[in-house]
Every structure is written in structure tokens, then in C-alpha cells.
């Protein structure tokens, strides 16, 4: 298993974020301090055709909303650049009053692009606070670039996600 402290769970299907958020509550649940986001959607419906896009910060329980309607004729929603921004200043926050783990939702298009949380990501690595992540196969190059080898994938699995942690913990602890 790899030592790396970064990681991105490669997925294609599947409810990510409430594996993330069951991963967040065993970890919690065990002593561990975690902070990060996942996103929740909410109901369609209104003027906006798409559904509403909040981010959830793990263990504080702030609630960001990401999506901003792009207005009459459109057929979607636009990811809100100053929302993401507000959350991300409100984790590094967090975690600089200290962390076990930062959880965030996705690299994606934002992250390969330079945006999004990926300064946040350097931030966590800088205080020594192993970052997880997931990843769609959309963005896999632009994780890849970013990550180099210093990253490593792991699968949608609770016992592959849990023994990487305890094996990055160990290398911490060790050093």
C-alpha cells in the first residue's frame, strides 16, 4: 500500500459522496479530527433547471451553496467560483486549528484546471495532513498531472480507504 498522502478514489458510478461521508463518520467515530466537503444536491425545480449543488463541511456542518442558476433559457447550472472559494478559506481554517484527514468531494474540472480546491490540497500536504479525494476517469490525466508520484488511487472500498490511512498514519508517527 502505497505511503503516499494524497489519494484519489477512482470512480465512475456510484453515490461518492455518501461513501465519503460514511468514511468521515468511522473515522470520526474512532477519535479521528476530519475535515473537508462533500456535495449534496438538492430537489429540481423552480426557474433553474438543474438541481441545487451545496457542499457539507465534515464535522463543522456548514453548508456552501456551489451552483448558481445561469438564468432564463438556460438548461443548466454554472459552479459558483466565489461559493467554492468561501468554503475553501473556511477549510483552511479548519485545518489550520488541526486535522487528521481532509476529505474533499472531487478533483475535477476545476483541480485539473488549477482551480477549485487543489491550492487547499497543497495546503493540507504542507501541514502534513493526508488529503483524500475521488476522481472520475474525466479527470484522470489532470490528477495524474498534478499528483505526479506523489499520489496514489484506491479503490471505492472501505477497507482499501481505511488501511491507507492507518499506513500513512503509521509513517507519520514513525518520523
Known amino acids: 500500500m502505497s505511503l503516499s498522502p494524497l489519494a484519489a478514489i477512482r470512480f465512475e458510478y456510484g453515490d461518492i459522496d455518501g461513501f465519503l461521508d460514511n468514511i468521515s463518520q468511522t473515522l470520526t467515530a474512532s477519535g479521528l479530527r476530519i475535515r473537508g466537503a462533500v456535495q ?4 429540481e425545480g423552480g426557474e433553474c433547471h438543474c438541481a441545487d449543488m451545496d457542499l457539507t463541511t465534515l464535522g463543522s456542518n456548514r453548508t456552501f451553496r456551489i451552483s448558481q442558476p445561469l438564468g432564463n433559457g438556460s438548461h443548466g447550472c ?3 467560483p466565489g461559493a467554492l472559494a468561501e468554503c475553501s478559506a473556511f477549510l483552511e481554517r479548519e485545518l489550520e486549528q488541526g486535522a487528521d484527514l481532509l476529505i474533499l468531494n472531487r478533483f475535477g474540472r476545476g483541480e485539473s484546471e488549477g482551480r477549485g480546491f487543489r491550492d487547499l ?6 501541514l502534513d495532513i493526508p488529503v483524500l479525494t475521488a476522481v472520475r476517469p474525466t479527470y484522470a490525466q489532470g490528477w495524474s498531472e498534478f499528483g505526479g508520484d506523489a499520489a496514489c488511487d484506491l479503490p471505492m472500498d472501505d477497507a482499501a480507504i481505511l488501511h491507507w490511512l492507518a499506513t500513512v498514519q503509521q509513517a507519520r508517527n514513525a518520523a
Open 40 to 43: 449534496t444536491r438538492g430537489a
Open 78 to 80: 454554472r459552479l459558483h
Open 121 to 126: 490540497m497543497v495546503k493540507a500536504i504542507a
